[in-house]
């Protein structure tokens, strides 16, 4: 799409923000109704699409994407009229008489960004967020998750008027148009390189932005544990969607005499999900290109593989992988983002920690552990958007915690309220009354500033 059509589209939203219609409760509970109704209408497609993409079996597809996003409408639907409400606070004894409050109030057109690991859900649920803070928006798909692109753009197209919500197709060039333009905010999901690009030119227009981006979270094992859970915990979290979730363990640390244990129990687990054939498992994901392909082969490649390492180039499979790692190995570099899972050994707890703060604050970091001291020393010491413990993934299904990273892993947060929250501006409201004045802060000042400071500390 030409640069100058972008811009039209844009306008033509802007207008529509102007009007003030999307601002009412009544708007913004019919548009996600809308949403979910055509969602429903396109369950189907929508799972193939997911197929076709990314070869997710129509569980994976319902749970992390379709059912993700249902359930996140019904749960703002049921919330909003509350969340909606200004949000009372207390005043300052000095300004008696005196009410305060906050109100939750829409941002304007905002512009989503999303990626292809989870292209459906990470594209619907940012808009859901920002329909329910009375805003319209601009979407733009990842142009690699071709299949489930085009059916969002269906979705939205049958749901919305262009100017409430349209689905802006494209690939760099389109995305560098849109980020010329003064969003009234910009929601983008990716890797964090391309989140430098999208700060950068929001920065030119002062447009706020939230970044969700990924990184290494680490997964540790540590002290007494059920290994047969773990294990089965891990490996469903590790290679669900084959590894390509951004708050997927990306690397074990477990201590050294538990290690033969603990892949023992990966591998049974991985037994009992996809049997020997795990190439023919209806359940199993494909990587979703050849780049990806390549890049994850070159990785087995480097490394010292200690269970799988196949590959079968024109199905774009891989298979569950366990390396041997430590600081220094190929498959420590970056975030993996594929069926690669390292291990890496420690003596204790706090070696576990150090090698965890070396290096960037992770989206996720996990824990699996029975011993109390070690899960309070983890919760204090290590800095990550989010922790689960005893699990893998499960942390982002709740609507009750905020989603996010922190530092490299990202900035904002959001599903549920944090979404409503994210896409509105809390404006402050003082409401003082004109029943008396006191005199004590007007000019002159002299002989008032002693009674101030004992106000002042009231
Ligand atoms: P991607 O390549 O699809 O890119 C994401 C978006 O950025 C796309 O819409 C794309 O069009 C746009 N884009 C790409 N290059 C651009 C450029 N030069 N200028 C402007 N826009 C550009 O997806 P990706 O980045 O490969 O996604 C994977 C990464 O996303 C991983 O690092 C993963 O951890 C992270 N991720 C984070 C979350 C989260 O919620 N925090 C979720 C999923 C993925």
Not at 312 to 335: G, H, R, V
Request: proline share 5%.
């Amino acid at each position: 799409m030409e640069e100058s059509q972008i811009q039209t589209l844009f306008q033509n939203s802007k207008t529509f923000a102007n009007t003030g219609i999307s601002h009412s409760y009544e708007w913004r509970v019919e548009a996600l109704k809308r949403l979910e109704k055509v969602i429903l209408l396109y369950e189907k497609e929508i799972i193939e699409a997911l197929r076709l993409d990314l070869g997710k079996s129509e569980f994976e597809g319902y749970v992390s994407e379709v059912g993700f996003t249902l359930s996140e409408i019904s749960h703002t639907i049921k919330k909003l009229k509350k969340w909606m409400r200004p949000k009372k606070v207390s005043s300052p004894l000095i300004q008696f008489p005196c009410r305060s409050y906050i109100n939750f109030e829409p941002l304007g057109t905002v512009l989503i960004i999303a990626p292809w690991n989870y292209p459906f859900n990470l594209l619907m649920a940012p808009l859901i967020g920002a329909l329910s803070a009375g805003n319209n928006a601009i979407l733009k798909p990842s142009e690699i998750s071709v299949h489930t692109s085009k059916i969002c753009e269906k979705i939205i197209s049958d749901a919305f008027t262009p100017e409430e919500v349209i689905v802006i197709q494209g690939e760099v060039k389109e995305t560098t148009a849109l980020l010329e333009l003064p969003f009234d905010h910009i929601f983008y999901t990716g890797n964090g390189s391309v989140g430098r690009i999208v700060m950068e030119k929001a920065a030119k227009n002062l447009v706020p932005v939230t970044l969700e981006l990924g990184g290494k979270s680490p997964c540790m094992v540590l002290g007494e544990n059920d290994l047969e859970i773990v294990g089965r915990r891990i490996a469903w979290g590790k290679f669900f969607n084959a590894g390509q979730t951004c708050v997927a363990p990306d690397y074990i640390i477990v201590e050294k005499k538990k290690k033969s244990a603990l892949e023992e129990a990966i591998k049974n687990g991985l037994n009992s999900f996809y049997g020997k054939e795990v190439k023919s498992s209806p359940d199993y994901g494909r990587i979703i290109n050849e780049r990806h392909w390549n890049r994850l082969k070159h990785i087995i490649d480097e490394s010292e593989v200690s269970y799988g390492g196949d590959g079968d180039k024109s199905q774009k499979y891989i298979s569950p992988t366990l390396i041997n790692a430590d600081s220094s190995s190929a498959s420590m570099k970056d975030e993996i983002f594929g069926p690669l899972l390292p291990i890496v050994t420690v003596e204790n707890t706090a070696e576990a920690i150090e090698f965890i703060n070396s290096s960037d604050k992770p989206l996720a970091c996990y824990l699996f552990t029975k011993d109390k001291s070690v899960e309070n020393t983890v919760v204090k010491k290590v800095s990550s958007g989010g922790l689960c413990i005893n699990d893998s993934l499960v942390h982002l299904s709740s609507q009750t915690l905020p989603f996010g990273g922190v530092g490299e892993s990202g900035m904002g947060r959001y599903h549920g309220r944090y979404s409503f929250e994210t896409f509105s501006h809390q404006k402050a409201v003082m409401k003082r009354y004109q029943i008396f004045d006191i005199l004590v802060r007007y000019p002159p000042y002299l002989g008032k500033l002693k009674i101030i400071k004992w106000l002042l500390k009231l």
